[in-house]
Nanobody
Framework: VQLQASGGGLVQAGGSLRLSCAAS????????MGWFRQAPGKEREFVAS????????YYSDSVKGRFTISRDNTKNLVDLQMNSLKVEDTAVYYC??????????????WGQGTLVTVSS
């Protein structure tokens, strides 16, 4: 299984970035997907998740209303659109795969991470 995250970079506060995660080696259309992040000196935290059918999405309170998770099951891609970025969004963002939304707290697979830096 491979989860290849991309799209990170440096952006000013208030700006936008779109992260993408390309998945392979797993039944993507039957797999719940999520994004997590880890800021310097902090533990990894949940950001957003989406059911395999994209019927339901979930967000942490800190990103709700600013971030949008989406997926394309024809391309095995899951994206995270991040708007109105804040300095505190600076972190390494990880793509993750779980058997179901219920098990997203302990994903089965992790991507390698992509760094997002938001400057003031």
């Amino acid at each position: 299984v491979q989860l290849q995250a991309s799209g990170g970079g440096l952006v000013q506060a208030g700006g936008s970035l779109r992260l993408s995660c390309a998945a392979s080696g797993l039944p993507f259309s039957r797999t719940a997907m999520g994004w997590f992040r880890q800021a310097p000196g902090k533990e990894r935290e949940f950001v957003a998740s989406i059911t395999y059918s994209a019927d339901w999405t979930y967000y942490s309170d800190s990103v709700k209303g600013r971030f949008t998770i989406s997926r394309d099951n024809t391309k095995n891609l899951v994206d995270l659109q991040m708007n109105s970025l804040k300095v505190e969004d600076t972190a390494v963002y990880y793509c993750a795969a779980a058997s179901s939304i219920a098990t997203m707290s302990n994903p089965k697979y992790w991507g390698q991470g992509t760094l997002v830096t938001v400057s003031s």
